[in-house]
């Protein structure tokens, strides 16, 4: 991608308004109305000629025809529309890279970390709120999203939830951390010396925590992991926290379920390629899979198996499903982020229920990374992000209409639009070649 440091005036001049405005919009919270739609509030049925008010950010009713509209509220008319809770994309970089790090653009998405393991490194705490794939991939719907360390590592650090309107992390974050991510099956090392590798870690971790004291006095060996990481994996270790491990081939997700079992973890699968293989084992384990079903194509031995109705599989045996991008290498995580939508109608295409597809990018990601009490459905106190939609949110022709984060709805418009307006007029002195 190129640098945009040499982006025109005019846009830079246009991305100041853009924040501008996004502020004014965040300061002049009000009470609207969504009236009219077809409402899927995903914690119960879907309502017909639904209404949800929001007020002050928050959901303050969601109902029938006949749910009262307060007085001064600004009416939406949804008729002949759907309205959703907004995406929740649960495996992200958003805000972490954009551009060439050699020609002025940056990556702050993986830590070198100490004995190759960096399980105390925050992510999200190098975001960047004004990254310009943020208002694109809000535009497209998704209001939330886990911003999370790239792999590399046994232990590749800390994720948090944040929710895609902002001018600083802190006003965008949700909960932080909500997981720590690992990988398995990488390649980096055998097998075998990887497993065992990934046990001495959670082992030494757990011995830390039994004997802090000794350690700090000296009197016990050399740890796998530096103190700060030790320290980090304590919460993984007492099962608070959830152990995200990406693994595609049957053979390492079913050793990530025995590490998981050994130590007593709360493991959730990303990849999951061939996760179908061991749907069984993974729904008795109550092992949550984040995959997606835009690519059949292995891309190395580890995904052979690799199927588009793996989603399906896997719910059909009861796992708990959420859906991420699987697109390899075409940017699902950042600049394709939005993209999630069209993996769920892929899923929806190949077997998976449109409700269990729905509710795989709302509220599964959210209960999965512990904020479900926040964001991923459209409840009374729940945070006012909705999207209305023009029609199907899973069929390609579907736009969003109405996006709201918080109940604010930012129309700036995004990098793109500026970009197609810019270029979509040819200039008075225009020629042919």
């Not at 992510?123 to 911003?147: H, K, L, Q, S, Y």
């Not at 991510?181 to 055998?190: F, K, R, T």
């Not at 959730?268 to 008795?284: F, H, K, Q, R």
């Not at 995959?291 to 580890?302: D, Q």
């Amino acid at each position: 991608m190129r640098s945009l440091g040499t982006a025109p005036a005019a846009l830079v001049v246009a991305a100041i308004a853009q924040l501008t405005l996004g502020a004014q919009a965040t300061a002049g919270a009000q009470t609207i109305a969504i009236t009219g739609g077809t409402v899927f509030p995903i914690s119960g049925p879907k309502i017909e000629h639904g209404t949800v008010i929001i007020t002050n950010g928050k959901i303050t009713a969601v109902g029938g025809a006949s749910t009262a509209v307060p007085a001064g509220a600004t009416k939406i008319d949804a008729t002949g529309k759907w309205v959703t809770p907004g995406l929740f994309n649960a495996a992200t970089s958003l805000g972490l890279a954009e551009g060439n790090p050699q020609s002025g653009g940056y990556n702050e998405s993986r830590a070198k970390g100490e004995k190759g393991i960096s399980a105390s490194f925050n992510a999200w705490e190098g975001m960047n709120p004004a990254a310009t794939f943020i208002a694109e991939t809000r535009r497209d719907g998704v209001t939330t999203a886990t911003v999370a360390p790239a792999g590399g590592s046994l232990f590749s650090g800390r994720a948090a939830v944040v929710d895609l309107n902002g001018e600083t992390v802190a006003s965008m974050l949700v909960k932080g951390p909500v997981a720590m991510v690992g990988e398995l099956g990488d390649g980096s090392e055998a097998r075998g010396e990887q497993f065992a590798h990934f046990k001495a870690v959670l082992s030494d971790a757990k011995t830390y925590g039994l004997r802090k004291v000794a350690y700090d006095n000296g009197a016990i060996r050399s740890m796998a992991a530096s103190r700060e990481d030790l320290e980090a994996l304590a919460p993984v270790l007492a099962g608070t926290m959830p152990l995200i491990v990406s693994a595609n081939k049957a053979a390492d997700i079913r050793a990530a379920l025995g590490i998981a079992k050994q130590f007593g973890l709360k493991l959730v699968i990303d990849g999951g390629a061939e996760a179908w293989e061991c749907a069984t084992e993974l729904a008795a384990a109550h092992v949550p899979v984040m995959a997606g079903a835009m690519n059949n194509i292995p891309n190395s031995f580890s995904s052979l198996g690799h199927r588009q109705e793996n989603l399906a599989l896997l719910r059909a045996a009861g796992v708990q499903v959420v859906i991420v991008g699987d697109g390899g290498g075409l940017g699902e995580d950042n600049y394709n982020a939005r993209n999630v939508r069209y993996e769920a109608g892929n899923a929806v295409a190949y077997g998976m229920k449109w409700d269990d597809a729905l509710r795989a990018v709302t509220l599964a990601p959210a209960e999965v990374m512990g904020v479900a009490d926040k964001v991923g459905s459209l409840q009374v106190g729940r945070e006012a992000n909705v999207v209305v939609w023009s029609g199907d949110p899973f069929e390609f022709a579907s736009s969003a209409e109405h996006v709201y984060v918080r109940g604010v709805e930012n129309n700036a418009p995004t990098r793109q639009q500026m970009l197609i307006d810019r270029y979509k007029n040819k200039p008075p002195t225009y020629r042919k070649p």
